[in-house]
């Protein structure tokens, strides 16, 4: 029987709490470089639109949760707060701005620009860049998880301040979605396997 991905990931590093995606959606590269596996979590990681009702395990979280701790920041100023939202009664509200695909646990990225490192040469504030740092970890080690994921970044963060009072003093950067895939209408859509070629990506001086 052929094996699902990340099951193969877990036979390749020992480690046995991985869940496994229902199938890999695109060709595995084999990488010359380090154990792989990181390159893996990279190509398996995809925008997933639509969640079933499956929990996500409290173990699970707290290892994507401690991903995000450490996350580097500008001058280490660590101005980046993350609400879990994973009770019916906060996803309830949560849903009245965003109906975030049905995903059982919503991760909201949130920072404080006064927290926050200022450049001196331009004046930009590096909060929204510590943010997205964050938010990749959390999104990769998600993914690594074996859990299907979502960066929202389409919403009113005025209104999510409102529905959630507990965010009203943060900026609102971004949502990730988490959970286990619908059969069928959580695959990866058509623009996950669109990509500039490295030739469009990269200039060499
Ligand atoms: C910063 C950021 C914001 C995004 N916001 C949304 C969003 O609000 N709604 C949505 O449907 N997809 C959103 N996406 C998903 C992108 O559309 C998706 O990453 C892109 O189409 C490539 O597909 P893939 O993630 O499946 O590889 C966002 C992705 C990023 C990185």
Redesign the pocket.
């Given at each position: 029987m052929k094996k699902s991905f990340l099951s193969r990931i877990s036979d390749i590093t020992k480690v046995s709490h991985r869940a496994n995606f229902s199938d890999v959606h695109q060709k595995i590269t084999k990488y010359k470089y380090g154990s792989d596996a990181f390159m893996r979590i990279l190509e398996s990681?995809?925008?997933c639109?639509s969640f079933d009702s499956t929990p996500v395990q409290d173990s699970k979280l707290e290892m994507i949760l401690d991903a995000g701790r450490m996350a580097p920041s500008a001058m280490n100023m660590q101005p980046t707060r993350i609400w879990v939202v994973k009770s019916e009664e906060a996803l309830a509200k949560l849903r009245t701005v965003h109906p975030c695909y049905n995903a059982p646990v919503v991760l909201i990225v949130g920072c404080r620009n006064e927290e926050a490192w200022v450049r001196e040469s331009d004046g930009i504030n590096a909060a929204k860049t510590d943010a997205?740092i964050v938010l990749t970890h959390l999104m990769l080690t998600a993914t690594d998880a074996g859990l299907a994921n979502?960066?929202?970044?389409?919403?009113d963060p005025s209104k999510i301040r409102e529905a959630l009072p507990e965010t009203r003093e943060h900026g609102i950067y971004?949502l990730l979605a988490i959970g286990h895939p619908a059969a069928g209408a959580g695959d990866?859509?058509k623009?996950?396997s669109?990509r500039k070629p490295l030739e469009e990506l990269v200039i060499t001086l």
């Open positions: 990681r995809y925008s639109h997205a979502m960066w929202i970044w389409d919403f971004g990866p859509t623009l996950h669109e």
